[in-house]
């Protein structure tokens, strides 16, 4: 069964700083696809980045990054240049089955980490 | 514009008064899920489709019932709702093939009294 860990509850970084928000997972999939999304406190769901299983690069949003390795199952999101708008919850996800050919579905979600940005 | 529509936005009710929250898309997607968001607990699928007339359970069916007659709507009924199915409900949908990220509607904030 597919599951998503994301230990930090809550995360504090300051304005202009570089943050790192933790992801493992673990499926035994193949192909697979991770995502995060970002939760301000008006409650929309806004995506932000998606990492292929078997992209090579890691994947990369404006300020936007997503550490992925693969072996250690870790799909961290990295903000750089901290803004106060990027005070959220953020979500980690996976879906199975996502690749060039084949089919996902399911979606599955960590617990998130409510990211708060000080000036 | 794009999007996914979600009716009603908040909704107060009572144990066992059978409800309807009704989801729309207009991008043509074949997939559409539901996920209830309860704190500490992100979110959870509740049912999904891939297609009009295909529907599966995701991870916390238990007490909901969902159709898809036409590939835009993805109503979730709660035939009756209960306490513990308090929460905030998230209607999302997406293509299958690839890559594609899944758009999210505003949410549903459902009490049950």
């Known amino acids: 069964a597919q599951k998503i860990t994301q230990t930090q509850p809550g995360m504090f970084v300051q304005e202009k700083e570089a943050v790192t928000l933790d992801c493992t997972y673990d499926?035994?999939?193949?192909?697979?696809?991770l995502f995060w999304y970002k939760q301000p406190s008006s409650g929309e769901m806004i995506f932000l980045i998606y990492?292929?299983?078997?992209?090579?690069q890691n994947a990369t949003e404006g300020r936007y990054s997503l550490n992925f390795q693969k072996a250690r199952k870790s799909a961290n999101l990295v903000i750089s240049a901290s803004q106060l708008g990027d005070s959220a919850m953020y979500f980690c996800?996976?879906?199975?089955?996502?690749?060039?050919?084949?089919?996902?579905?399911?979606?599955?979600f960590g617990e998130g980490t409510q990211l708060t940005v000080n000036p | 514009e794009a999007q996914v529509t979600q009716n009603p936005r908040y909704l107060i009710t009572v144990t066992g008064k059978k409800l309807t929250v009704t989801c729309s898309q207009n991008?043509?997607?074949?997939?559409m899920s539901w996920y209830r968001q309860d704190p500490g607990l992100g979110l959870r699928q509740i049912y999904y489709?891939?297609?009009?007339?295909?529907?599966d359970k995701g991870d916390v069916p238990e007490g909901y019932k969902v159709s898809r007659k036409e590939k835009r709507n993805f109503p979730l009924i709660l035939e009756s709702p209960s306490p513990n199915q308090t929460s905030l409900y998230f209607c999302?949908?997406?293509?299958?093939?690839?890559?594609?990220?899944?758009?999210f509607g505003p949410g549903t904030r459902l009490t049950v009294t």
């Open positions: 489709s891939m297609n009009v007339e295909v529907t």
């Open positions: 999302a949908s997406s293509f299958i093939l690839g890559r594609y990220e899944q758009y």
């Open positions: 991008m043509n997607h074949e997939y």
């Open positions: 990492q292929g299983s078997y992209d090579e």
């Open positions: 499926t035994s999939d193949q192909s697979y696809g």
């Open positions: 996800a996976m879906r199975e089955g996502t690749g060039r050919k084949t089919s996902g579905s399911r979606l599955t």
